[in-house]
């Protein structure tokens, strides 16, 4: 799929969740800069949520629940509790996919939140202060 291909999949896939299109275009611009393929293994998150729990080596899906997938950069784990089985996380970088687990996470952090800029921050983890801010910021590249 081509750019703007995909900018009006993510904005319908927002649509579908009452999201506003432009700010699900500003994180997937943020976490992937549009390639659906990105993928980022995340070793605090492995570190902190899962380790305690499993103290051995790490297995496969352990790092897969550990790791960003796809447009919106969805936490194997995140999408997981959210509901997702697909056989593999790999899935979550097939555009529908990812947006749509994306979309359900985003929009469950703006329902507990309904700021726009503290329901960024609980998506992001809170890892960097300025991130909401930066999204906020690319939200006029898609209006």
């Avoid at 506003?20 to 500003?26: F, G, N, R």
């Avoid at 998150?45 to 499993?54: D, M, Q, V």
Wanted: aromatic share 10%; charged share 20%; proline share 6%.
């Amino acid at each position: 799929m081509s750019v703007p291909e995909l900018i009006e999949l993510a904005k319908a896939t927002a649509r579908k969740h009452v999201l506003d299109p432009a700010l699900v275009a500003a994180v997937c611009e943020q976490e992937s800069s549009w390639n659906p393929w990105a993928m980022r293994f995340e070793p605090g998150f492995l570190a902190r949520y899962i380790k305690p729990t499993l103290p051995d080596a790490p297995t496969t899906g352990e790092i897969a629940r550990a790791t960003s997938w796809g447009l919106m950069q969805v936490l194997g784990q995140t999408a997981f509790e959210l509901g997702f089985n697909d056989k593999y996380f790999s899935s979550l970088c097939d555009p529908s996919v990812g947006l749509l687990w994306g979309c359900t996470k985003l929009a469950k952090c703006i329902d507990s939140r309904s700021d726009q800029r503290l329901a960024l921050l609980m998506w992001n983890g809170g890892g960097r202060p300025q991130y909401a801010d930066e999204v906020l910021a690319r939200m006029k590249n898609y209006y």
